[in-house]
């Protein structure tokens, strides 16, 4: 019975089976190495799946947090760089992307090492060039700021011991805007409408200082004073005088770097939104600024002058009504100035203002540019030349006719020279109605305006 149970047909068939079968190779030590490397690969990977797809969600968000985060709070640079680095590293971390840092014995790995990478290369790409400045001379003031433009480089300044001398710090390989300005807070000139301590500006044209900033590492600065009491700078390397002498010395408009030039500054530009400007805020109801124009506190209305100017042409209706309407004269300089620093600040904006100057704002424009006060004087040539105005020819034309002095007529004449290079028939069609009207003084400057030299 049993005999028969041991040879049933299942069992030969499993047999003959079995002799049939080749014959395994048994297993290496490699290959069982190989084996044993490639399920512990898919389960690494399925480890990776589960935790991309757990916290990919989470990871944008804190990253996308950390990035904004110093947009929102007050920071340090350092710390502001490190919570950017570290916030676009989650970010590459959610979506997979891995690094490894090792020095020696130690080992920096994921996105750990991500942001220690973006961190070390943006400090290295953001270092900024630097050259520093010196400036003396006989003023005799407590307060002195230079300053070039709304959101372009920064000047540090201070005060030596001695009470005579200011260094300075420019930032950057060039300045970016038309003008470097030179407020001096100073005792009044001279036939000044005001008897209370103003600020008295020195205008350097950018491109003047820039030719300097390429050639060295210090820029030595002396202010000195005119047989009129007027203040002029003079680069102490050459001796030659490098402030603006009149509304001839402006330079033309060049664009800005980073306004369209540059990879670098159209980011800044498209991510300005991130970066409010301070007196933004107060640019939808300029009042309270309007108000700091008439402060007895000199930084406070310098400050004011430069935040309305920053505003741009949120802030320019008001800007012109003030000035047309108010009798202060730190008002109606204040606008006058804010109105200017618009400009340099961005000259895209003269059209906007033409439309919205009436024939009264041009008028008070070229009343002004005669004005008794130097200060009211320099500003409202240079506003005149920026802008640009076909409607301010026949008023400048009228007022050189009807000079009652050399200087007035002058005056006149050097703006009509600048705007000439804009519309040349215009200015010649009407100068030659008033040759005969020229002083002997400025006959040859009439030449030279209406030959175009």
């Known amino acids: 019975m049993s005999d028969d149970h041991a040879n049933s047909p299942r069992d030969t068939e499993s047999r003959q089976t079995e002799a049939a079968a080749p014959e395994r190779p048994p297993k290496t030590s490699d290959t069982a190495r190989a084996e044993r490397a490639k399920s512990g690969s898919r389960d690494e990977n399925n480890v990776l799946s589960l ?29 502001r760089r490190l919570l950017i680095c570290s916030g676009v590293a989650i970010i590459f971390g959610a979506f997979g992307s891995t690094a490894a840092i090792k020095h020696k014995v ?223 004269y730190r008002t109606r300089l204040g606008t006058l100035v804010s109105l200017v620093y618009m400009l340099r600040n961005n000259s895209s904006l003269a059209t906007g203002m033409r439309k919205s100057m009436t024939r009264e704002h041009l008028e008070a424009v070229v009343r002004d540019n005669v004005n008794k006060d130097p200060t009211v004087r320099l500003y409202a040539g240079e506003l005149l030349v920026r802008l640009k105005d076909e409607r301010s020819i026949s008023f400048l034309i009228d007022q050189a006719e009807q000079s009652s002095n050399a200087a007035e007529q002058k005056r006149a004449l050097l703006v009509l020279k600048v705007l000439k290079k804009s519309n040349p028939s215009s200015v010649d069609k009407q100068l030659n109605t008033i040759r005969s009207e020229i002083d002997d003084e400025n006959r040859a400057l009439f030449e030279d305006v209406y030959s175009g030299n």
Do not use: M
């Open 106 to 328: 130690y080992t920096l790995a994921g996105s750990a090492a991500v942001a220690v990478i973006l961190f070390l290369v943006f400090v290295k790409a953001v270092e900024v060039p630097y050259t520093r400045g010196l400036i003396s001379g006989d003023f005799k003031t407590k307060t002195l700021t230079i300053f070039a433009g709304a959101g372009s480089n920064n000047f540090l300044t201070a005060r030596e011991p001695d009470g005579k001398h200011y260094r300075f710090v420019v930032f950057g390989e060039i300045i970016e805007a038309p003008v470097v300005e030179i407020a001096i807070d100073d005792e009044p000139l001279e036939g000044s409408t005001t008897d209370q301590t103003e600020t008295r500006p020195i205008l350097i044209e950018s491109a003047v200082l820039n030719e300097t900033l390429s050639q060295t590492k210090q820029i030595s600065i002396e202010i000195k004073t005119d047989e009129n009491g007027n203040l002029f700078a003079v680069d102490q390397a050459s001796d030659q005088r490098i402030s603006r002498r009149d509304v001839t010395d402006i330079a033309s408009e060049q664009k800005s770097i980073g306004e369209d030039g540059d990879f670098l500054g159209r980011i800044r530009k498209s991510l300005s939104f991130l970066f409010p400007a301070e007196a933004n805020g107060l640019c939808d109801a300029p009042q309270v600024l309007l108000e700091d124009l008439e402060s007895d506190i000199t930084s406070v209305r310098r400050d004011a002058r430069r935040e309305l100017g920053a505003c741009g042409d949120s802030a320019l209706p008001e800007l012109l009504d003030t000035y047309k309407e108010s009798k202060s």
């Open 51 to 79: 935790l991309k797809e757990r916290y990919f969600a989470p990871g944008l968000l804190i990253g996308t947090l950390l990035v904004i985060l110093p947009a929102l709070i007050s920071f340090s640079l350092s710390e």
